[in-house]
């Protein structure tokens, strides 16, 4: 079987620096890299070979989270037991397969399951059904725990780069103990949906960067193998689901996509908030064609005025314009009619309750969508519509779910100011476009009643200046947690890491948790780069989930994973 092949890098360089000799970053450890052959579990009555609880730095700062489980099918290891009784001695068994994968060519398949950048614990006892799937397939399956933004204490800072940096560790791990371990860690893939695919998104497009060296340094991460050779931490492949990534620009496009067409909440008229809402919005369509984004024809990709609204016109329109419709066409492709469409309640303990509504025909889901305004045509002949308005699909389909600001909060109570938090309970801004709006029409928003000194672009500036335990300020850990650094031109990054190859993108096309555009920007930015391999869909009738246009999300990305290790 072909394997993946690693990575797409620059010129094949490894960014990693240099380390000490024993491929530590640091010369006094407390823990081994070295991997414990003689201390595997057994699953007898799965087959299944497990050792839970190993630190995978040397000096790590939160050995909580900092170790990872493996779980490996039982025909790649051979083994004898132990006088305990309980532990076994196992050595990689090449030969062994399970399906099309051998001891040596077993891909390795890591979670990255942080939503809203959380911490992932790690795995603290074994549980079969848990994994079950994956090693039924073969797969390698590798559960690290990963600090975030609710991990932090009094003494230590868990915000980011540190999750993305414990993911990198826990890769390197594995690549210093390659020898001992069955699999292929050429093969590495990462999966994970929100934040989770945020995160496996910004690890798969950073592989390598210098932007993580230090941290790593910090934690005593492996940087080179017994031989003195550099180690990797770039990954083979990324399916991430729903990516809630690009913050830097989130706050503008959010407006620019969704915000515009609001007039309720922090968007009422007379409000500072609608005010600044308008003003993101306006700032969005300069940072985008900043990007020179290009489609398959290498056409640029660029927002123009427009009679009404903000930008709503030029070939970044059109593109967008294309995927919602390509969207909607494949559910009528994909589903039959009557087709019931089900909403969600509000929140456990909210009282709130969903509620479901049965459409008999195509033209009455057609109807549906136009109820108030005409925004979809239906060609019947055909089973295919054409879309012909952002405004019209966002007002019927995915209004704005946020406040304005929805990312870096003007008071700083976003998710994602905990995200870049310096400490417990210090939430921080981190998003440069962000402050230069609020700096630019600052007098005009100190003229509303509702405004306070405190949203001001000087609190941006007081955070931006500070500086995290490993030295490094806010522009430093925002860029190396935005994954257009590293893949577009417009950044200092652009090919300065080592990039997956392959990735899987899939999205909930409703979800009101970010704009459409975060994943196209992603998939216009890979195909830019010149990855050849992204599997990208728009899943309509989804929302902020492990979307999916068919079938069930794990068995897809399993079959996924297959097909890529056929190439």
Not at 67 to 75: D, E, K, R, W
Not at 102 to 130: D, E, F, L
Not at 324 to 330: K, M, Q, Y
Not at 536 to 546: C, D, K, M, R
Request: charged residues 15%.
């Amino acid at each position: 079987m072909a394997a993946f092949g690693i990575v797409e890098g620059a010129a094949g360089a490894a960014f990693a620096g240099t380390s000490s000799s024993d491929g530590l970053a640091s010369s006094s450890s407390a823990y081994s890299l070295e991997f414990d052959s003689t201390a595997w579990s057994y699953d007898a009555a799965n087959d299944v070979y497990y050792q839970t609880g190993k630190v995978y730095v040397a000096n790590p700062a939160a050995t909580d989270y900092e170790n990872l489980s493996i779980y490996v099918p039982g025909a790649y290891l051979t083994a004898t037991a132990n006088s305990d009784g309980t532990t076994y001695t196992a050595t990689v068994n090449p030969k062994g397969t399970v399906g099309d994968y051998s001891g040596r060519t077993a891909p390795i398949v890591i979670p990255v399951n942080t939503p809203g950048y959380a911490a992932q614990k790690p795995a603290t006892s074994y549980s079969y059904g848990s994994v079950s799937h994956y090693l039924e397939a073969g797969l390698i399956y590798v559960w690290p725990g990963l600090r975030g933004r609710d991990g932090s204490t009094s003494t230590r800072s868990d915000a980011a780069p540190w999750g993305v940096t414990d993911l990198k560790a826990a890769v390197r791990f594995l690549r210093y103990n390659r020898s001992v371990l069955p699999g292929s860690t050429d093969d590495i893939v990462l999966f994970g949906m929100s934040g989770g695919g945020a995160q496996d998104t910004v690890a798969g497009a950073s592989g390598d960067s210098p932007l993580f060296e230090p941290y790593l340094r910090t934690i005593g991460a492996a940087m080179e193998d017994a031989e003195g050779r550099p180690l990797s931490d770039a990954v083979a492949g990324v399916m991430a689901w729903c990516p809630i990534t690009s913050l830097h620009e989130a706050n503008l496009s959010y407006e620019w996509n969704m915000g515009q067409f609001a007039s309720t909440g922090t968007r009422a008229s007379g409000t500072w908030t609608s005010a600044y809402s308008a003003d993101l919005a306006k700032a969005w369509p300069k940072y985008l064609n900043r990007l020179g984004l290009r489609d398959g024809h290498g056409r640029r990709l660029e927002l123009t005025e427009s009679s009404s609204g903000v930008h709503l016109a030029g070939s970044y329109y059109d593109y967008l314009i294309e995927v919602i419709t390509t969207s909607l066409n494949h559910f009528l492709s994909d589903n039959t009619f009557p087709y019931t469409v089900t909403t969600m309640g509000g929140p456990p303990g909210s009282g709130q309750t969903g509620s479901s509504t049965t459409y008999e025909t195509v033209g009455d889901y057609i109807a549906y969508l136009n109820a108030d305004s005409t925004w979809v045509t239906y060609d019947s002949t055909t089973n295919t519509v054409t879309v012909s308005s952002l405004e019209g699909f966002v007002k019927s389909q995915k209004t704005a779910s946020k406040p304005v600001g929805a990312f870096d909060g003007y008071s700083r109570e976003q998710t994602e100011n905990n995200v870049f938090a310096m400490g417990l309970d210090a939430p921080s801004h981190f998003a440069p476009l962000t402050r230069d709006v609020i700096k630019a029409n600052e007098t005009t928003y100190a003229t509303y009643s509702d405004w306070e000194s405190g949203y001001g672009a000087s609190e941006y500036d007081t955070d931006f200046a500070r500086k995290d335990s490993v030295g490094k300020d806010m522009a430093w850990r925002a860029d190396a947690y935005n994954p257009l650094y590293f893949l577009s031109p417009a950044f200092d990054g652009y090919r300065r890491s080592r990039v997956a190859r392959h990735w899987r993108i899939r999205t909930g096309i409703m979800q009101g948790d970010t704009a459409n555009t975060t994943e196209i920007n992603l998939l216009l930015a890979l195909q830019n780069y010149g990855i050849r391999d992204v599997d990208f869909a728009t899943v309509w009738a989804q929302g902020h989930t492990e979307a999916e246009r068919t079938g069930d999300p794990t068995t897809n990305f399993i079959s996924w994973v297959g097909s890529v290790a056929k190439r």
